[in-house]
């Protein structure tokens, strides 16, 4: 696409409302196009249409016109989540119109450089993590994209002063097309999400757009312990400025002396093993130490991961080492990440909602300490979770399963040998539900014990988003 402002008279499609759909709704609006809005949802479930309407803005709710996009529409500006499917895309590229997503526009309307942080697992912890680095270091980010707030919002705030930070989903990223961050993060790569890019070579080609604009005046940050990273990392033209836990790098950030993968310490801040986040720059022989590892502010290997990522990116944004080290000791989880709730009857509990994968709950499970009573399941995306079979085997006390994937989850649980195992059967409302499945846990879980909300699953068989399900489990774990 052009500059949002090329699109003056001429016919803009959004498709979808939401945060992100009203935000470039308006964008396109105030620059002169002719913007219509299109959402699958009646009227009254669409709370924002109201706002636009009082504009002058179209917005037809409740079903897709068949004459929605034409041949003189000039541009479709699609929510993330939205299939390529779906009829209105299909009718788009039939008639070679061009397919976005918001972070395309904003991408042109950003006066600050920007920071693309994607990845499958951590990229809401890394994105926050990193926020707090730049500012300690008077960098000015402004955090928005996938972590909640729009980018095209965000864009229209930003100043050249500023770096605008912006957490980045698959799905964000497939419907790109010049958008350059000047530093793009790629954490890791975990098969997820497939039922939507139709396999994994889809999934992973969408997660690398985070690269293919970058130049040599830009800076690829990337998990070198990661395959598909490193594969990534082949040929792209920006600096390569790559983060490690296993391995001594010429160049880039890693732990000294580095983990051992066959090391199987579900705490890496408890081994006994002094360890450092260190930095080594390509001009330099000796690498500067950043700070001890057992005083980073969360537990858990994978958050040393997390922590490599944000300060590699800290550099590459310009901050100086020793501003960074408070906000990496003083860091505490964002809410729904492995987040504490409580603790009651000795036992404590731990909202990890934001886990909507296999990969990221046996990340969650292998960063606590102790027995555990796990929580999990939701929308089936066919995986049948037997990579969970190991660790369910090994550092679960129970489980209680719900959702669409209840059952299969039963199954490897039954496999691994759990003796505890309950299914929370739905009833009439998913709230009901998880709150029952609380109760069943609490009763499964002793003093010293952990219960633990990591589904392995995403939220939309049964609530809105995982935001929804983690207040729920909160507020229930607060009325056991």
């Not at 709710?61 to 000039?74: E, F, K, N």
């Not at 098969?191 to 130049?215: C, I, P, R, W």
């Not at 709230?431 to 939309?460: F, H, M, N, Y």
């Amino acid at each position: 696409m052009n500059h949002p402002s090329a699109y003056r008279d001429k016919r803009v499609i959004v498709l979808g409302l939401a945060r992100s759909g009203v935000s470039v709704a308006k964008v396109f609006h105030s620059l002169g196009a002719e913007v219509v809005v299109n959402d699958m949802k009646k009227r009254e479930l669409c709370p924002e249409a109201d706002e636009l309407t009082a504009l002058g803005i179209s917005v037809l709710c409740g079903y897709h016109p068949s004459d929605l996009v034409t041949a003189d529409t000039a541009l479709l500006v699609k929510n993330p989540g939205i299939p390529y499917t779906a009829a209105p895309v299909q009718q788009a590229i039939e008639h070679g119109v061009e397919i976005i997503t918001e972070v395309e526009a904003a991408y042109w309307l950003s006066p600050a450089p920007i920071i693309g942080i994607t990845g499958s697992n951590g990229k809401t912890t890394t994105t926050t993590w990193l926020g707090e680095l730049l500012t300690a270091a008077g960098l000015k980010p402004i955090i928005a994209g996938n972590i909640g707030r729009p980018l095209c919002e965000a864009a229209l705030e930003a100043t050249p002063e500023d770096w605008l930070v912006a957490e980045l989903s698959s799905f964000q990223l497939k419907g790109t097309n010049a958008f350059r961050p000047r530093i793009g993060l790629l954490l890791n790569l975990a098969e997820t999400h497939l039922d939507y890019h139709g396999g994994m070579d889809d999934y992973v080609a969408s997660k690398a757009k985070l690269f293919v604009n970058q130049t040599a005046e830009d800076i690829a940050v990337l998990n070198w312990d990661d395959p598909i990273c490193r594969r990534i990392s082949e040929g792209l033209e920006a600096k390569l400025l790559p983060f490690s836990l296993y391995e001594r790098l010429e160049t880039g950030v890693y732990v000294e002396p580095p983990f051992s993968r066959e090391d199987g310490s579900p705490n890496a801040g408890c081994e006994p093993v002094a360890r450092q986040i260190v930095y080594r720059s390509a001009a330099s022989e000796d690498a500067k130490v950043v700070v001890p590892v057992d005083e980073l502010g969360i537990p858990g290997r994978h958050n040393v991961a997390n922590a490599l990522a944000a300060v590699a990116a800290s550099i590459a944004a310009g901050a100086a080492i020793e501003r960074l080290v408070e906000p990496l000791r003083q860091f505490k989880a964002v809410e729904h990440r492995l987040e504490y709730v409580r603790e009651a009857g000795g036992v404590k509990y731990y909202n990890d909602s934001k886990a909507t994968n296999p990969a990221s709950t046996m990340m969650a499970i292998g960063s606590l300490p102790g027995k555990i009573v796990l929580i999990a399941g939701g929308l089936d995306r066919g995986s049948d979770y037997m990579e969970l079979l190991p660790i369910f085997r090994d550092r679960l006390k129970g489980l209680v399963a719900l959702g669409e994937t209840r059952g299969k989850l039963a199954r490897v649980a039954e496999l691994a040998g759990l003796g505890s195992v309950e299914i929370a059967e739905p009833v009439e409302d998913a709230e009901r539900t998880l709150r029952q499945a609380v109760k069943q846990a609490a009763a499964l879980a002793g003093p010293g014990d952990i219960v633990l909300l990591s589904p392995a699953c995403a939220s939309w068989d049964m609530f809105a988003s995982y935001e929804q399900r983690g207040r729920i489990f909160k507020e229930s774990a607060h009325t056991l």
